[in-house]
């Protein structure tokens, strides 16, 4: 709890310990990616030509010297780098076009993710 004024008190987040846990692991166990490379915010869509399209771009951008983001990570724990041999194509390895999971990786970890359900 935080203390703002004297006998105001605000909890530090939404949500419980319990609840926050629960939805992490429930990421894990649909996505099959670990929750540290989750972002705070995801999107979830279920139309294949909006995750291709995120790959795509994330292959472009992990690729471009002039860009933040240095992996992309799809499920099974799979991370395509620079120097991943066809990045386009590595995710097919993890299975990402039946479970449908990527997140974009800066050399900040900070993270951009597209997810489909």
């Known amino acids: 709890m935080v ?5 105001e008190f605000y909890p530090l987040s939404h949500f419980d310990a319990r ?9 894990r166990h649909y996505t099959g990616t670990p929750v540290e490379h989750f972002q705070p915010f995801v999107l979830f869509t279920n139309y294949t ?3 291709d399209e995120f790959v795509r771009w994330g292959c472009s951008q992990i690729l471009d010297p002039n860009s933040p983001y240095i992996a992309l990570s799809c499920a099974g724990g799979i991370w395509i ?3 991943t041999e ?32």
């Open 49 to 51: 030509r909006y995750v």
């Open 19 to 27: 609840r926050v846990d629960f939805s992490l692991a429930r990421l």
């Open 81 to 83: 780098t620079a120097e």
């Open 3 to 7: 203390c703002s004024t004297p006998g």
């Open 86 to 117: 066809a990045p386009e194509r590595g995710h097919l390895r993890s299975g990402l076009e039946k479970t449908s999971d990527a997140c974009l990786a800066s050399g900040h970890c900070r993270w951009s993710g597209v997810l489909r359900w």
